[in-house]
């Protein structure tokens, strides 16, 4: 089995249980010295047995360090003795007087633009300066710029180069650079990362199984624009693991599902890297737009007018929905008298499915053009959430976000009576709202880690033909099944006039 070296970027004032308690999941860690100052390569050391690397990032390459060309080289070539890598910009390090005094052996030259058509002939210029690593980070503008990454990568062959796009478009590519070129894999230390479309190192270990590398044959994914809080990766690569499938289950941020659609998965782009797509999870506000381009559709996709899991089929596409699968636990309770909250794929393919149930639907929602449609469409009760009370009800099915961020609730609670069933789609870290209410009230509530679990289970075989295994759990889907998630504070005690943090144990 092969392993990626992870690399860990520090960005904060770290401390010791920190970094002593990653040490045996990473290789590398990244010293942001233009965010946090610079840390003595000694006092690292004592704390970490792995190899350091020395960052002194310049605003013109996202960085914070705006000071003399003369003072960053100082600081370059003093690391340079103590840190086993050393980054080097390519636009402005590649000078004989700064390269002579740090050996090939650790320098990490890196070039970044906006252009990802670029990469090959960049890369030739810079091959030209001796290093222990090049590294390739392109801006991703749309979904589809990764490819250009991997494509250099698997032309070249070698295990000294790393390419990929930065940002939430490119988040794919960088997962997948390490299959291909070097076996680096950058991520931050911290839980909470600075940019978006950034993963933490727990989550690379917690949801891709890295730092090993299983055989790669096959990609799943998800495609959406608000992906990256979603356990479905989790979910689906520790599956993969257990059954030994040779696959891997990706993030593809989009802002316009047809041109993912065109250029990633139409165009073929990822068979011809030898790992073709075989299947999709589509989430808002794609589910939509996605029937369109399916080559056939089930029965209730037809009939809700969205799809959330697309799978290969003899070289085309079906479009299915598990969004129905949310009331599984609740059919030996229909018929009921049902309100439905929200009108969007989701909420329509719950409603149509209670609706087959011959329960008495109502479906609610606050913009009426959209609440129309569905009307119309399932042939099903309107009222606009303005109007909407609970009361009378048997279920009530909350089919939006509101309560995912703890940011209130679906409807006006005055009106939901004890004895009601709630389901809320909407899930996070902590109990929505909604879920917290009734439970208060000693009332019932199925809430989306539940829903979650079930719709990953039945896509997870609509998309591979196999058996999720037992061993996926709520607690995955909640990322209380993980043993490294370590929480702790930082002790930096003082910050001096040269940007360099003095630390205690």
Not at 388 to 406: E, L, M, S, W
Request: net charge negative; glycine share 8%.
């Amino acid at each position: 089995m092969d392993v990626v070296e992870l690399v860990a970027a520090v960005s904060t004032p770290p401390c010791t249980m920190e970094i002593e308690e990653i040490s045996k999941h990473i290789a590398w860690l990244q010293i942001r010295s233009d965010l946090i100052g610079d840390i003595p390569a000694d006092w690292l050391r004592s704390h970490f047995s792995g190899r350091l690397l020395y960052t002194l990032r310049t605003t013109s390459s996202g960085g914070r360090f705006d000071r003399s060309q003369e003072e960053r080289w100082q600081r370059l070539i003093a690391a340079a003795r103590n840190y086993d890598l050393v980054e080097l910009e390519a636009d402005s390090d590649l000078q004989f007087e700064l390269l002579s005094a740090i050996h090939p052996s650790r320098r990490m030259v890196v070039w970044r633009g906006e252009e990802a058509g670029r990469l090959d002939s960049c890369f030739q210029e810079l091959s030209e300066v001796p290093a222990r690593y090049y590294c390739m980070i392109a801006s991703a503008a749309k979904t589809s710029d990764g490819l250009q990454p991997l494509l250099l990568l698997k032309a070249r062959r070698r295990k000294d180069l790393v390419a990929f796009c930065d940002g939430p478009s490119g988040l794919w590519s960088r997962l997948l650079s390490p299959t291909m070129g070097a076996p680096l894999l950058f991520a931050s230390l911290h839980d909470h990362p600075r940019t978006a479309g950034e993963l933490s190192s727990q989550q690379l270990i917690a949801d891709y199984g890295f730092p090993a590398v299983q055989p790669l044959e096959k990609i799943y994914g998800m495609v959406g624009n608000r992906i990256f809080q979603s356990p479905s990766p989790r979910l689906h690569n520790a599956a993969y693991r257990m059954l030994a499938h040779h696959a891997l289950f990706l993030p593809f941020h989009s802002e316009n599902f047809e041109e993912f659609w065109r250029d990633l998965v139409q165009s073929g782009a990822l068979d011809s890297l030898g790992t073709p797509i075989q299947g999709l999870v589509i989430v808002s506000p794609f589910k939509e737009a996605a029937v369109a381009v399916a080559d056939s559709s089930s029965s209730m996709v037809s009939k809700a007018g969205s799809s959330n899991v697309f799978a290969r089929r003899n070289g085309g596409w079906r479009a299915e929905t598990t969004d129905p699968d949310s009331i599984d636990a609740i059919q030996k309770l229909c018929p009921v008298k049902a309100a439905v909250i929200g009108c969007g794929g989701a909420g329509r393919a719950v409603a149509a499915a209670l609706q087959q149930t011959g329960s008495h639907v109502t479906l609610v929602n606050r913009g009426l053009r959209r609440g129309h449609y569905a009307s119309q469409l399932l042939d099903l009760p309107f009222v606009p959430l303005s109007e909407f009370r609970a009361n009378g009800f048997d279920v009530i099915v909350n089919a939006t976000p509101v309560g995912k961020d703890n940011d209130g609730f679906p409807f006006v609670m005055d009106s939901l009576e004890n004895q009601m069933l709630v389901i809320d789609l909407a899930y996070g870290s902590q109990p929505t709202p909604l879920v917290s209410a009734v439970v208060a009230r000693g009332g019932t509530a199925i809430d989306g880690h539940d829903v979650v679990l079930t719709q990953v289970r039945k896509q997870f075989y609509l998309m591979t033909g196999l058996e999720m295994p037992a061993g996926i759990s709520r607690e995955m889907v909640r990322g209380d099944a993980t043993d490294f998630m370590p929480r702790v504070t930082a002790f930096a005690v003082g910050h001096d006039a040269a940007g360099a943090f003095e630390y205690s144990a």
